[in-house]
């Protein structure tokens, strides 16, 4: 009787030793369950990117004023009847300090 217990708890030792640490046991769903969480934000982060880029294309799809804007602040383009004024910092003085003899 008791080699027959001992045995069964050595395969029941097995089995659970498999179900928590074997291929496909509770770390590797685990590990898993992460993987997803990070995929499902990684995937709301593009769509919220994508959602963006569609309404711009529409934009341009659309109307002149998003492709008038589009050339304005990426080309610097302007109209014929506008004249442009570029407003610059001036430059940057420094004097050296005076060598002691």
């Given at each position: ?11 029941l030792?097995g089995l ?5 640490f074997?291929?496909?046991?509770r770390?590797?769903?685990?590990e ?5 969480e ?20 529409m934009?341009l799809k ?7 804007e ?10 014929q ?20 003899q």
């Amino acid at each position: 009787m008791r080699p027959l217990i001992l045995s069964l708890l050595v395969v029941l030792a097995g089995l659970q030793w498999a179900l928590w640490f074997g291929r496909g046991g509770r770390m590797d769903v685990r590990e898993i369950r992460d993987q997803i969480e990070q995929q499902r934000a990684f995937n709301t982060e593009f769509e919220a990117r994508n959602r963006g880029l569609a309404a711009e294309v529409m934009d341009l799809k659309q109307g002149l004023d998003a492709v008038e804007e589009l050339a304005r602040s990426e080309m610097g383009m302007i109209r014929q009847d506008e004249i442009f004024f570029e407003m610059l910092e001036p430059p940057v003085v420094t004097r050296a300090a005076p060598v002691a003899q």
